[in-house]
């Protein structure tokens, strides 16, 4: 049975590895091998998008992290002023 053209996106890529295996000239080979580049480069572009989502949520983190690290050492400085104000009287 020839493969049909609306039944493409519908395959597995099993199926689609399958049409491969017929002889390179058929039409059901020639349908199957830029399906299966389409959807290689779909997958690639939704790498990437991930990729760029992942390294802004990495860029917000470094900065919140820096953020805590500032707001620490500014609590640390104040408790330490703190203490040294304070005066030890001995009776």
Do not use: N
Not at 51 to 60: H, I, N
Not at 61 to 71: D, P
């Amino acid at each position: 049975m020839p493969l049909q053209p609306d039944k493409l996106p519908t395959m597995t890529l099993l199926e689609l590895a399958q049409e491969l295996h017929k002889r390179e000239d058929s039409d059901d080979h020639l349908m199957a091998k830029p399906e299966i580049l389409r959807r290689q480069t779909q997958a690639q572009l939704d790498a990437c998008a991930a990729q760029e989502r992942s390294a802004r949520y990495m860029l917000w983190c470094a900065i919140a992290a820096t953020v805590t690290a500032l707001a620490a050492a500014v609590a640390a400085s104040i408790v330490i002023y703190f203490l040294s104000t304070l005066v030890v009287t001995t009776e």
